[in-house]
């Protein structure tokens, strides 16, 4: 699903972030990512969003050699690659239902498809009961279900999550670590970056280290 050949990825400051990294992910495996700041765990993840490219190397996901996609399919790819962050990034101006139909309404989805799918999604992390309330009235671990239902609003094959548990408790984490689990269980990619050595311990996954840019384990 996401292969890395040799990705050196240095910023115009003269920053080298990721240095000659390869790797594989399959479909359907769910892996973490992790090292200590600044080791590079954001740029490899954005490498993927095709936020940024290569300096060297070659980033292949789903069989798409991502330096050759054309800049007007980017959004198109996007669609396919659901996005969780630690601070969820949720709009307050609207419903907990409008923060989740946010992807399909960009992607001009049908009212009726909407209706079924975010309602379907929000199900999913058991916050259906919620949809017409406002974000700001959710505990933290809700508005993170939340920005979980809108990463897999449009059934994305591959789901990225960066410090999805930064500001979580250990009981909330656990929770957001079985959602991600059940969508690894119906042939979702998940990739996890995280600094939480205790969580990553207590789930039998595999784990990617980097450090100061280099891959130094995977296994
Ligand atoms: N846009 C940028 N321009 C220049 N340097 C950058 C840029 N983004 C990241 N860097 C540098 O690249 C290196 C890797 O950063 P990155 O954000 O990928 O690390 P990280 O492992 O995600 O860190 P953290 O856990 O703190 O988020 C760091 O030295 C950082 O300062």
């Known amino acids: 699903m996401i292969t890395f050949e040799q990705v050196t990825k240095r910023y115009e400051t003269g920053q080298e972030a990721l240095a000659n990294v390869s ?17 590079g ?11 940024e490219t290569p300096t060297s190397g070659r980033v292949q996901v789903a069989g798409q050699n991502l330096t050759q996609l054309h800049k007007k399919d980017i959004p198109f790819y996007r669609r396919h690659i659901g996005v969780v962050f630690q601070n969820h990034q949720l709009l307050f101006d609207r419903t907990v239902f409008e923060n989740v139909a946010l992807p399909m309404r960009i992607s001009g989805q049908s009212e009726v498809e909407i209706g079924k799918r975010v309602r379907a999604a929000l199900d999913k992390v058991g916050l259906l009961h919620k949809e017409k309330s406002n974000p700001v009235s959710l505990s ?18 591959l789901l990225l999550a960066d410090e999805p548990t930064g500001n979580l408790d250990p009981e909330l984490s656990q929770e957001i670590m079985n959602l991600f689990r059940d969508f690894q269980q119906v042939g979702v990619t998940v990739l996890i970056a995280s600094h939480d050595h205790e969580l990553i311990q207590s789930m039998a996954l595999p ?8 891959l130094v384990s995977f296994g």
Do not use: C, W
Request: glycine share 12%.
């Open 207 to 214: 784990v990617m280290t980097l450090a100061d840019g280099q």
């Open 23 to 39: 790797f594989q992910v399959d479909r359907g495996q769910m892996v973490f990512l992790t090292g200590h700041s600044g080791a």
């Open 140 to 157: 933290t671990g809700e508005q993170q279900r939340v920005g979980i239902a809108r990463a897999v609003v449009n059934k994305p094959a």
């Open 41 to 51: 765990k954001s740029t490899l993840l954005k490498l993927i969003m095709r936020m």
